[in-house]
C-alpha cells in the first residue's frame, strides 16, 4: 500500500512568518509531487509541483524535494490569512503514463492576525 | 482560466437509485480522473480515463461504478444503485499530454457532493 503522511495540524503560524509543511512518501519509484489547497467544503486547488530533487520557488510558495528521503515540503513565506486551508501532498509514481494522484491527509494550516 | 466544470453540484439521491454525475474536463485536456473525498477523509483516486478506456481503477471502483465520454466535451461518472456509503464529494479531475519526466498536474473541478438517503 502506498503511503502519503502529513502531520494532520493543525499548523498555527502568526500573520507575516513563514509557514513549513512537511510530506513523507513510501514509494521510492513516486516521479511527480504536487501540493495542493483545499478550502473547506471545496475542491483541491493546485499550488506547486516539482519533479526534480531541490528546491522550486513560485511567488511566495518554495517546494522542496529529496527524493533519497522520501521527503517533500512546502515553505509559505509573509503567511496571510488568506492561507489559512488545508494544504494536501499529493504524489505519484513514473511517469508516460496516465497514473492516479495518491493523498496525503492533509496538514491544516491556521495564518493568526 | 479554463477550468473543470461539474454538474450538479449538490445530488440527494435514495438508495438503490442510479446517478449520473457529469464533468466537462478543460478541453485540450486528455487524460481524465475521478476521486471521491469522504467527509474528513482523504482524498481518493477513483479511475483514470484516455483514449476513450480505462487507463487504472481502484478497488472502491466495483462493477456498480462506469465511467463514460459521451461526446467530445463530456466525461461521466455513473452509480448504478447508490448505497449509503457513497455519500462524499465527488471531484473530477483532467490533465494536458504527458512529459517525458514527471507527469502533468491534474486540475480539479469543483465537485459534486451526493448525499445519499
Known amino acids: 500500500q502506498k503511503e502519503v503522511e502529513q502531520n494532520s495540524g493543525p499548523l498555527s503560524v502568526p500573520e507575516g512568518a513563514i509557514a513549513s509543511l512537511n510530506c513523507t512518501y513510501s514509494d521510492r519509484g513516486s516521479q511527480s509531487f504536487f501540493w495542493y489547497r483545499q478550502y473547506s467544503g471545496k475542491s483541491p486547488e493546485l499550488i506547486m509541483f516539482?519533479?526534480?530533487?531541490g528546491d522550486k520557488e513560485d511567488g511566495r510558495f518554495t517546494a522542496q524535494l529529496n527524493k533519497a528521503s522520501q521527503y517533500v515540503s512546502l515553505l509559505i513565506r509573509d503567511s496571510q490569512p488568506s492561507d489559512s486551508a488545508t494544504y494536501l501532498c499529493a504524489v505519484n509514481e513514473g511517469s508516460g503514463t496516465a497514473s492516479k494522484l495518491t493523498f496525503g491527509t492533509g496538514t491544516r494550516l491556521q495564518v493568526t492576525l | 482560466e479554463p477550468e473543470v466544470t461539474q454538474t450538479p453540484s449538490h445530488q440527494v439521491t435514495q438508495m438503490g437509485q442510479e446517478v449520473i454525475l457529469r464533468c466537462v474536463p478543460i478541453s485540450n485536456h486528455l487524460y481524465f480522473y475521478w476521486y471521491r473525498q469522504i467527509l474528513g477523509q482523504k482524498v481518493e483516486f477513483l479511475v483514470s480515463f484516455y483514449n476513450n478506456e480505462i487507463s487504472e481503477k481502484s478497488e472502491i471502483f466495483d462493477d456498480q461504478f462506469s465511467v463514460e465520454r459521451p461526446d467530445g466535451s463530456n466525461f461521466t461518472l455513473k452509480i448504478r444503485s447508490t448505497k449509503l456509503e457513497d455519500s462524499a464529494m465527488y471531484f473530477c479531475?483532467?490533465?494536458?499530454?504527458?512529459?517525458?519526466?514527471?507527469?502533468?498536474?491534474?486540475?480539479f473541478g469543483d465537485g459534486t457532493r451526493l448525499s445519499i438517503l
Open positions: 516539482i519533479y526534480s530533487n
Open positions: 479531475a483532467s490533465s494536458d499530454y504527458l512529459r517525458v519526466r514527471g507527469n502533468q498536474p491534474q486540475h
